[in-house]
């Protein structure tokens, strides 16, 4: 008999219980340490707690906890969409907000069937667009997130993503674009094309950047067709990659931003991103929900944003970043088959050629380095990257080691 009233459904990392967060590191209730590598999976953004985040929560929490927004607005919204509205690449001024990454990329899709009348979507091979119906007909990482929940939504379609294994790149972003004109030649014309949904750096699926010559190919073809650019930036934005969002790696305006995980430090938030005249075309009443809003969440992420705006973060995002993947690469030395380490900023993976020697390393990660780690790829044999962004230089120099001896220990 269940001695548990919880769901088996969510798979679990550790089995570790937590009794409290500080910055980078967690501590469970038996009083163990931990260096938290994962993140809350690119979510804690400035770290476990931030002070700062702690205490906006605390003080909006006290003067009201929801005020829906159909019913009420208040005053924290306009001030968070003026803030976005700043970081946002290109003329991105006019946002919608929701709870999670999964409903952004939904949201996304049905603004660009409004805006276009026009009903397909094309994605990319590997990508991680959520969970829901729509949001997992277009997720393409790893066949379990959508076994057994056919049939899926129709409408999506599947183009290539450059394989980062091969070594001539232009030649695999040539290969990968050519793909995409025959997919719009031969499945899903231009004409029935809402848009074409990308992460600027593939999470789910590995951690694996798309060149900028693919980010521009990909918008190229777009703008030439009416078709609307969305970039994913639910796990790459809020300066995980070393810029506020990854498309700005590559000369690229998307006309659609999806944003979640980091915006709000942990405080389940999300934000879609658009032009004013895209946004115009979007019914009043066609879109919604019962919690996009919430002042607590606003009062999180702009807080959040305080933190990830303040002179010189973005810096310390690249130069930690720097510092971790220069480290892996001298482990590369010793360690052949760790045969590819990958930035940008501290969106980093370690891919090994042989997928059945990860599991036992990030293991003897948590067990004997107590840095916690997490697996990413379509063959599970990424190890990803990705500290809370106040991450220190001890902090990385303490991960680099625990590594270091779990390479030892497992090779
Ligand atoms: C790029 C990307 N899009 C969407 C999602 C879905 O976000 P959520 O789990 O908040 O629904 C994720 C989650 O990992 C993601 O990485």
């Given amino acids: 008999m269940s001695t548990s009233n919880l769901s088996r459904v969510w798979f679990k990392v550790t089995d570790l219980q937590v009794a409290s967060g500080r910055g980078c590191r967690v501590t469970t209730v038996e009083g163990d340490q931990y260096l938290d590598f994962a993140a809350g999976i690119a979510v804690n953004s400035t770290g476990h707690s931030h002070p700062a985040v702690v205490e906006a929560i605390a003080r909006q929490a006290e003067r009201f906890v929801h005020a829906q927004v159909n019913v009420f607005t208040h005053d924290l919204l306009e001030p968070l969409?003026?803030?976005?509205?700043?970081?946002?690449?290109?003329?991105?001024?006019?946002?919608?907000?929701?709870?999670?990454?999964?409903?952004?990329?939904?949201?996304?899709?049905k603004l660009a069937k409004q805006a276009t009348g026009r009903p397909n979507t094309i994605v990319f091979s590997g990508s991680f667009h959520g969970r829901t119906h729509l949001a997992m007909a277009m997720t393409t990482?790893?066949?379990?997130?959508?076994?057994?929940?056919?049939?899926l939504p129709g409408g999506v379609f599947v183009a290539p993503?450059?394989?980062?294994?091969?070594?001539?790149?232009?030649?695999?972003?040539?290969?990968?674009?050519?793909?995409?004109?025959?997919?719009?030649?031969?499945?899903?014309?231009?004409?029935?094309?809402?848009?074409?949904?990308?992460?600027?750096?593939?999470?789910?699926?590995?951690?694996?950047?798309?060149?900028?010559?693919?980010?521009?190919?990909?918008?190229?073809?777009?703008?030439?067709?009416?078709?609307?650019?969305?970039?994913?930036?639910?796990?790459?934005?809020?300066?995980?990659?070393?810029?506020?969002?990854?498309?700005?790696?590559?000369?690229?305006?998307?006309?659609?931003?999806?944003?979640?995980?980091?915006?709000?430090?942990?405080?389940?938030f999300a934000a879609l991103g658009t032009r004013r005249e895209l946004d115009d075309r979007w019914p009043t009443g066609s879109h919604g929900g019962t919690y996009g809003g919430n002042p607590i969440g606003c009062a999180a992420a702009i807080a959040t944003l305080?933190?990830?705006?303040?002179?010189?973060?973005?810096?310390?995002?690249?130069?930690?970043?720097?510092?971790?993947?220069?480290?892996?690469?001298?482990?590369?030395?010793?360690?052949?088959?760790?045969?590819?380490?990958?930035?940008?900023?501290?969106?980093?993976?370690?891919?090994?050629?042989?997928?059945?020697?990860?599991?036992?390393?990030?293991?003897?990660?948590?067990?004997?380095?107590?840095?916690?780690?997490?697996?990413?790829?379509?063959?599970?044999r990424d190890i990803r990257w990705m500290p809370p962004l106040v991450v220190t230089a001890d902090e990385i120099d303490e991960a680099l080691a625990a590594f270091a001896a779990a390479l030892d220990a497992t090779g």
């Fill in 81 to 109: 969409a003026a803030r976005l509205a700043e970081i946002a690449p290109g003329p991105i001024d006019t946002f919608f907000f929701a709870n999670s990454g999964a409903e952004i990329t939904e949201a996304a899709i």
């Fill in 141 to 151: 990482s790893k066949t379990v997130y959508r076994a057994g929940h056919a049939p």
């Fill in 161 to 268: 993503f450059p394989d980062p294994l091969v070594a001539d790149r232009d030649a695999e972003v040539s290969r990968a674009l050519r793909g995409l004109d025959h997919l719009l030649l031969s499945q899903t014309s231009p004409a029935e094309t809402a848009a074409m949904i990308l992460e600027p750096v593939l999470g789910e699926g590995g951690y694996v950047p798309a060149p900028p010559a693919f980010i521009e190919g990909v918008a190229e073809r777009c703008r030439r067709h009416g078709i609307l650019f969305i970039a994913d930036e639910v796990q790459s934005g809020f300066g995980r990659t070393g810029k506020m969002f990854a498309v700005e790696h590559a000369d690229v305006e998307p006309d659609i931003i999806c944003m979640a995980k980091g915006i709000a430090s942990g405080f389940p």
């Fill in 306 to 380: 305080d933190v990830l705006t303040a002179p010189g973060f973005l810096d310390h995002v690249r130069e930690r970043g720097r510092q971790l993947t220069d480290g892996l690469r001298k482990l590369q030395g010793g360690h052949p088959d760790l045969r590819q380490v990958r930035g940008p900023g501290l969106m980093v993976a370690t891919g090994f050629a042989d997928a059945a020697r990860v599991p036992a390393l990030v293991e003897h990660c948590l067990r004997e380095g107590r840095l916690i780690l997490m697996t990413a790829g379509t063959y599970g």
